[in-house]
């Protein structure tokens, strides 16, 4: 009798148990998250995962979370859903801008009745969003002396910061500086890229208004003309100067004439063999083209020696300084007018035939400006100036003593009309004097004139790779 009543017990127990479970079921999610209305800061990192509280009869990896459409860098209202045992739970994700912003203010230095900026008191500004940047109140900086000022960043969510700084208001006088005026030859129908390579700085105002009244030049007819740059500051002090600005004939012709002509040509001179190359020319007859530079000044007389000549004077550069000739535009045209003003103190005037350090085609230039051969090019000529590459090399260059024979074989290897031969003039190229006699004398032998370079000579352009 007892075992019948144990087996109702037992029964009656599972049957407890199964109801419970039911129950358990129908009324506890297998998924519990901690909050189903979530705020999140916009820009800082959030983990969806973080959101579950637990899961029953699983782990929370087995959880999918649908996320694909938050994005947290952008504040807007955004839903997830969590996906477990075939059952979906939206959360509702909302990404808000509630951080003011952070900056580092600066003490600046004005001139009294200046409109100041207040962007120019703050730098370093980190924001999750826009920002704006305002004085607290107004400011009137009429009168000399040091102002006290709030400064004030806020973010287009209402959030903001304020920070003090001090503005130095001092009495300014002088006018801006207008650098980079001396004279210019442009040529006829040249463009106008002179006209804003003027350089223009102010001790206090960073942008200074630069104005150029042209009078009455006239770019499509010869003659010299004088322009005037008016440069002025925030605080109207004036500055003002004239340019002469010459407009040229252009000189130098990329066809070969019909006449067999040699243009002899040494660059980096003048040197200790300069004495000995001329008194080979004057030997043979035979006039030649120099392209200087300014680093051998013990042997400037040489220049004018070689003028007197009746030879041509070049321009290579003034320090044949890669990195420095090649930097910018400006570094080029600096070092070209120290060169030109070297020799007008020795010649009288400056020349106008331009040799690149490298030749046009050169790419060594690249390493220092990207584009400053293609820009050089265009411009030397637009500025009445002729540049002149070689069609025939006697590859002095490629070394120091190179042999007579081989500087003789590539320097006669050449059959144009014009030939333009490259060789060097420096105190370690001997072998090139040694060998000149036998170029010269082959060359005449076969009808040719050695002639120096002047304003109709070819001028041989090699292709341009940087």
Request: aromatic share 10%.
């Amino acid at each position: 009798m007892s075992i019948n009543i144990n087996k109702k017990y037992i029964l009656f127990a599972i049957l407890i148990l199964i109801c419970l479970f039911a129950v358990f079921k129908m009324f506890v999610s297998p998924l519990s998250l901690k909050d189903k209305n979530i705020e999140v800061e916009v820009k800082h990192e959030f983990n969806p995962e973080s959101n579950i509280k637990y899961v029953v009869f699983g782990d929370k990896k087995d959880v999918v979370i649908d996320k694909k459409d938050l994005d947290t860098n952008k504040v807007g209202e955004y839903s997830i859903t969590y996906k477990y045992k075939n059952k979906e739970y939206p959360v509702s994700v909302n990404v808000v801008d509630t951080t003011p912003p952070v900056f580092n203010v600066k003490e600046i230095t004005i001139e009294n009745r200046v409109k100041l900026d207040p962007k120019e008191l703050v730098k370093n500004v980190k924001d999750a969003s826009k920002t704006t940047v305002s004085f607290k109140e107004d400011y009137n900086f009429d009168e000399i002396g040091d102002y006290e000022v709030e400064v004030v960043v806020s973010d287009i969510y209402d959030n903001s910061t304020s920070k003090n700084t001090t503005v130095h208001v001092i009495k300014d006088n002088k006018g801006p500086e207008i650098k980079n005026i001396s004279a210019i030859d442009v040529v006829v129908g040249g463009d106008n890229g002179w006209e804003k390579d003027v350089i223009v700085k102010d001790d206090h105002d960073p942008n200074p208004k630069l104005i150029l009244e042209k009078g009455d030049f006239n770019p499509n007819k010869e003659g010299k003309y004088f322009v005037t740059y008016k440069a002025i500051d925030r605080a109207g002090n004036v500055s003002i100067v004239k340019r002469e600005v010459n407009v040229v004939k252009a000189i130098g012709t990329t066809d070969e004439s019909e006449e067999k002509i040699v243009y002899l040509t040494f660059d980096d001179g003048p040197s200790s063999n300069t004495k000995k190359i001329l008194d080979i020319l004057d030997k043979y007859d035979a006039k030649a083209t120099f392209f200087v530079t300014g680093n051998n000044k013990q042997y400037n007389y040489l220049i004018k020696t070689a003028h007197d000549k009746g030879h041509t004077i070049g321009l290579h550069t003034y320090t044949h300084d890669y990195a420095r000739v090649y930097k910018s535009k400006y570094s080029y045209f600096d070092d070209l007018n120290k060169l030109e003003n070297m020799l007008k103190g020795i010649l009288g005037y400056s020349p106008k035939y331009i040799r690149f350090p490298g030749g046009a085609s050169n790419t060594i230039s690249s390493a220092y400006k990207k584009g400053i051969m293609t820009y050089l090019t265009k411009e030397v000529q637009n500025r009445g100036y002729q540049y002149y590459d070689w069609n025939c090399d006697s590859t002095d260059a490629s070394g120091n003593n190179v042999a007579v024979s081989k500087l003789v074989k590539n320097a006669t290897n050449c059959s144009e009309n014009n030939i333009n031969i490259l060789f060097h003039d420096t105190d370690a190229k001997d072998t090139t004097v040694e060998a000149l006699p036998k170029i010269i004398k082959y060359y005449k032998d076969r009808g040719y004139k050695f002639k120096a370079i002047d304003d109709n000579s070819f001028a041989p352009h090699h292709r341009v790779n940087n």
